[in-house]
């Protein structure tokens, strides 16, 4: 039988927005049911940002180990991944157990139900043989899933996604990785450091397509000098097993590219027909759920994280999480603004990046300017030597007179992104910029250079 309960709201999902939103509402004393089928957190704790980024963490001390000759005399580098499954396990996951998290919300108050959640009308959500009436509404954050191409024969193999690579206490010889994208890249860079054999394939024209051409450019450069082999504007036509427990990858130019493990990693989906959003109104065969500045859905309806299509980054749904929560409350709140998102792949070079890129500030009819400096041209540069790839680029806008978008691209770029997505957010005047006092010789020096080489 049927069991019906009710609540103030039921949130949907409960990774890092669902999670933050639901706890704010039951800080606030409201009655929240909090549902998902998986880990309360999400997938950035358990294998996106969090063990990903203590895998890069690792790579990166062994590519500044071999950078030791000629620097600070001699090193003998001898990689040994169990530490890092370790941590992964230990310090990140908890060996993929979110009792802690469950309990942390609630202790603030709320109700969690672990089950598959679907929206079955308005101010109704069904979870096994339970179905809860929210009084207030619903705040869909069920996020995303690896996007799986249609390449004939990938159903016919075993493949990795993002979890398998983050959760291998073992690595394989060698690993085809099927996409150049952010996810892409930085466990190519990580498993090849480690010792792995690895090739990137990557339909577009260039590596991180998302980012401005110089970045992708650089990158390739920079892995296929670290032994990685880089392939773009290589259409995958075909996959099949191979001798020895291998997959063979054969690409559109009839070339085959074989490895132990085929990692895919082609971008994020969500499934709208999988929760029920036509019941309250909403378009299934969309990509994502459309909202306005407040996050609103429908009536009743918020929705938070990813499945928005904002940017996958944990960052953009505990920002929309702030933003959902007042609106439910009555609280007033800046509605959303997404000029100066920031985002970083932690490669090595990091990139970060802000706001628009040339291209799209171009496509959009601004009169731009733009300037780049070489971080190697930077004093911090020349001092840092071995590793000091990289470029910062600012894309402004001539006729107002403050930058719409910015990449940091080097040592610590992601951390240099710091002034530049603060001056796309607050449009600080470019004369304002050039006027400020910069610390020497750092790279966020390098900034005011670029600022100084703007024709305008």
């Given amino acids: 039988m049927t069991k019906n309960e009710t609540a103030d709201v039921v949130v949907l999902g409960m990774g890092p927005g669902g999670e933050d939103v639901a706890g704010r509402l039951a800080e606030a004393g409201l009655d929240v049911v909090g549902i998902d089928r998986e880990l309360v957190g999400g997938e950035c704790p358990y294998w996106g940002c969090i063990p990903s980024k203590m895998m890069i963490r690792a790579a990166n001390l062994l590519a500044e180990a071999r950078r030791i000759p000629g620097m600070a005399g001699q090193s003998v580098v001898k990689p040994d991944w169990a530490p890092v499954a370790q941590r992964i396990r230990d310090e990140a996951t908890d060996n993929w157990d979110d009792t802690v998290a469950v309990e942390r919300f609630e202790g603030k108050g709320g109700r969690f139900i672990r089950g598959e959640g679907r929206v079955t ?116 036509t075909a996959v099949a097993a191979a001798s020895g427990g291998a997959v063979a990858l054969t690409l559109g130019d009839g070339s085959t590219v074989t490895a132990e493990r085929l990692l895919v990693a082609t971008g994020r989906r969500a499934d709208l027909g999988a929760i029920g959003v036509s019941s309250v109104g909403l378009d299934e065969a969309a990509r994502w759920v459309v909202v306005d500045e407040r996050q609103r859905a429908a009536a009743g309806v918020w929705a938070v994280g990813d499945i928005c299509g904002e940017g996958a980054f944990t960052h953009v749904a505990l920002y929309q999480s702030a933003i959902a929560a007042a609106d439910i409350l009555g609280v007033d709140h800046d509605p959303a603004d997404y000029r100066a998102l920031p985002r970083a792949t932690f490669t090595d070079p990091e990139i970060g990046s802000v706001g628009m890129t040339e291209e799209r ?21 020349w001092l840092h030597k071995a590793g000091n790839d990289g470029f910062i680029k600012v894309v402004a806008d001539r006729s107002r007179g403050v930058l719409v978008g910015a990449t940091a691209m080097g040592p610590n770029g992601g951390e240099v992104l710091g002034l530049l997505t603060l001056a796309v957010h607050g449009e600080v005047p470019l004369a304002t910029l050039r006027g400020m006092i910069y610390a020497y010789p750092t790279f966020h020096k390098g900034i005011e250079d670029a600022l100084r080489s703007l024709s305008m």
């Fill in 361 to 381: 500030a171009r496509a959009d009819g601004i009169d731009v300017a733009v300037a780049s400096v070489q971080v190697p041209h930077t004093a911090r540069g």
């Fill in 121 to 236: 009308g308005p101010g109704e959500v069904m979870v096994g043989d339970r179905v809860v009436n929210a009084r207030r509404g619903i705040v869909i954050a069920t996020g995303t899933s690896a996007a799986v191409p249609p390449v004939p024969g990938l159903d016919g193999v075993a493949f990795w996604t993002n979890r398998e690579a983050i959760e291998a206490e073992t690595l394989p010889s060698s690993l085809v990785v099927l996409g150049g994208g952010a996810i892409g890249v930085e466990l190519a860079q990580s498993y090849a450091r480690f010792g792995v054999d690895v090739t990137i394939v990557e339909a577009a024209d260039r590596l991180v397509p998302m980012e401005e051409p110089e970045a992708g450019a650089l990158l390739a450069e920079v892995l296929e000098q670290e032994g990685i082999g880089v392939r773009v504007a290589a259409t995958a």
